[in-house]
C-alpha cells in the first residue's frame, strides 16, 4: 500500500502492522493517515516526555503512544 491511506483515529489496528494513525495532537476523532511508527522508542530527542492518549491513559512517551496506536490528546500526564 502506497501512499498515504487514510484511517479513523476512534479504530486502533486500522493501519496495520508497525504502523499508527497520525492527527495533529488534540485531536481525538475523525480522520487521520496511517504512517511508520518507531521501532525502538527513547532514541528520538524530546522522547521521554509523558502524553496523555484521548483514552485517558498516560504514555511514557509520543512515540510510545504512535506504538499503541493510541490518539494524543495533550502532552504531560493525564490529570483525569
Known amino acids: 500500500a502506497c501512499g498515504m491511506s487514510s484511517c479513523d483515529l476512534q ?13 495533529p495532537m488534540g485531536q481525538c476523532a475523525g480522520e487521520g493517515v496511517c504512517k511508520a511508527s518507531s521501532l525502538m522508542c527513547g532514541l528520538i530527542p524530546g522522547g521521554d516526555i509523558p502524553v496523555c492518549a484521548c483514552s485517558g491513559e498516560t504514555y511514557e512517551s509520543l512515540c510510545h503512544a504512535q506504538k499503541a496506536d493510541a490518539p494524543v ?7 483525569n
Open 11 to 23: 479504530q486502533s489496528g486500522q493501519c496495520g502492522m508497525g504502523l499508527y494513525c497520525m492527527a
Open 73 to 79: 490528546s495533550h502532552y504531560g500526564e493525564c490529570t
